[in-house]
Nanobody, 120 residues
Framework: QVELVESGGGLAQPGGSLKLSCAASGRILSIYVIGWYRQALGSQRELIATVTHLGATNFADSVKGRFTISRDTTRNTVYLEMSSLKEEDSATYYC??????????????WGQGTQVVVSS
């Protein structure tokens, strides 16, 4: 079992920055993809950034060039640094982890989410 806890959400002004954290605990997978997702009211959950256990990253076009994803393996934490924020970035942000467990079965876990509001 893996527990994911997001933090760092809050209110930011357009053009501002926020840094979100996703701390993992429990039986950490050795092979994984961690993704940051967001879901605005009335919208579907959107995958916006991923990082693998090898450090490979990928971004949705909507955040490319503005958001970065990084990880601190010593702290089992993944970060999402958001800059040049826009009002349309307002959403609840979730981290999700997926990977094979010790039996080879693919498992997935979600955090509880952290809310980001971009408004002047």
């Amino acid at each position: 079992q893996v527990e994911l806890v997001e933090s760092g959400g809050g209110l930011a002004q357009p053009g501002g920055s926020l840094k979100l954290s996703c701390a993992a605990s429990g039986r950490i997978l050795s092979i994984y993809v961690i993704g940051w997702y967001r879901q605005a009211l009335g919208s579907q959950r959107e995958l916006i950034a991923t990082v693998t256990h090898l450090g490979a990253t990928n971004f949705a076009d909507s955040v490319k060039g503005r958001f970065t994803i990084s990880r601190d393996t010593t702290r089992n934490t993944v970060y999402l640094e958001m800059s040049s924020l826009k009002e349309e970035d307002s959403a609840t942000y979730y981290c999700g982890l997926q990977g094979p467990d010790s039996t080879g079965r693919v498992v997935g876990y979600w955090g509880q989410g952290t809310q980001v509001v971009v408004s002047s």
